[in-house]
């Protein structure tokens, strides 16, 4: 098992905010990719903050998992995230590559598959 599943989803996502709002996106953006992707609204995140859960747990309790995130393509980190075949790393590329698509300044419109 990968160690990044066992890595608190709250301390990584203070680096996901820092890489979008220093490329001049809001905090909001990312908040909403996130809502996106797995259904945490504003309570539930700050819930997953809170608690520190880890990433494992942060995917599996997700509220609604978007069935357009298989949508997603690209490469993150040297791999396609179409082919990643552990299913919890693929979500969790799913979500680095959206935030990615965020900090390069892509439309929202087009990051959430719209």
Known sequence: MSK??????????PHYVTKVEKKGKPKAQLDEIIEWLTGYDAAGLAEVLEDERDFEAFFAQAPAMNPNRSLITGVVCGKRVEEI??????EIRYLDKLV?????GK??????RG
């Open 100 to 104: 990615d698509e965020l900090a390069r």
């Open 85 to 90: 075949e552990d299913p919890l790393m693929r």
């Open 4 to 13: 990044v599943f066992k890595m608190s989803f709250a301390s990584i996502y």
């Open 107 to 112: 439309k929202i419109e087009n990051i959430l």
